[in-house]
């Protein structure tokens, strides 16, 4: 167990929809990023923040969002579902401070199929 | 630009070395690092390794670093059916920037 909770499991949902998948990090992390995995595409870093600021973007669809909360958690917000983003959507934590040995923990993933 | 490679599969036998190679862009990367997805799971770390460092073991794991040509490598001694698994090579290129390989599916055959 790596600390990083991720929720729903598994979701499954229609185009054209919206839905939210939420991650609580590690307790005393600081950072936490979205990554989506499909088989075509392996694994692409999607957004990142720090404490509540986004620090850094990747390959993140405009009809995607995310934040982060006071209290850490983030959630990450995908609408105007396409078949497309039918993929596995982990969430991970790290300290965050840039310390040495820093380290980026997962969470289980969240299924995501769009019909 | 900063990329970080790995060759899609290895097939092994149970009982043989298995070796996942990995080449990163970066050269100002300060953690390497190797992770491990079972079907239907999360990344979980394996080991990492600061870039100072040729090789670090661990039980069955051995890293080597080559970093003149930025050429990372896992070995796995007496492979077992359980590590059958997809491995993942990853670099922290910057303070919050870590980057991923594409992932190599590894497949121990009894």
Redesign the interface.
């Known amino acids: 167990d790596s600390g990083v909770t991720q929720t729903p499991k598994h979701l499954i949902t229609a185009t054209g929809q919206r839905v939210t998948l939420r991650c609580s990090p590690r307790s005393g992390d600081l950072s936490v990023y979205w990554y989506q995995q499909s088989l075509d595409q392996g694994l692409q870093f999607l957004i990142q923040y720090y404490n509540g600021e986004e620090r850094a973007k990747g390959n993140i669809l405009e009809r995607f969002s995310a934040q982060q909360f006071p209290d850490l958690h983030s959630e990450l917000n995908l609408s105007s579902l396409e078949l497309g983003d039918s993929a596995l959507y982990f969430c991970a934590s790290s300290e965050g401070r840039g310390y040495s040995g820093n380290t980026i923990y997962f969470g289980e993933g969240s299924w995501l199929t769009v019909v | 630009g900063e990329d970080v490679e790995q060759s899609l599969f290895l097939s092994v036998r149970e009982g043989d070395s298995s070796v996942i190679n990995c080449t990163y862009t970066d050269s100002s990367s ?2 390497l ?1 190797w ?1 491990k997805q079972e079907p239907g ?5 394996l080991t ?1 390794i ?1 870039s100072n460092m040729d090789m670090k073991q661990d039980q069955r794991l051995t890293v080597l670093l080559n970093k003149k040509d930025k050429h990372l490598s896992l070995r796995i001694a007496d492979t077992q059916t359980g590590d059958s698994a997809i491995y ?1 090579c ?1 670099e ?1 290129a910057g ?9 190599t599916r590894l497949k121990v055959l009894a």
């Not at chain 2, 799971?41 to 770390?45: H, N, V």
């Not at chain 2, 303070?95 to 992932?103: E, N, P, V």
């Open positions: 300060t953690y690092y992770y799971a999360g990344l979980q770390l990492y600061f993942f990853a922290r303070t919050y920037k870590y980057i991923f390989g594409t992932g």
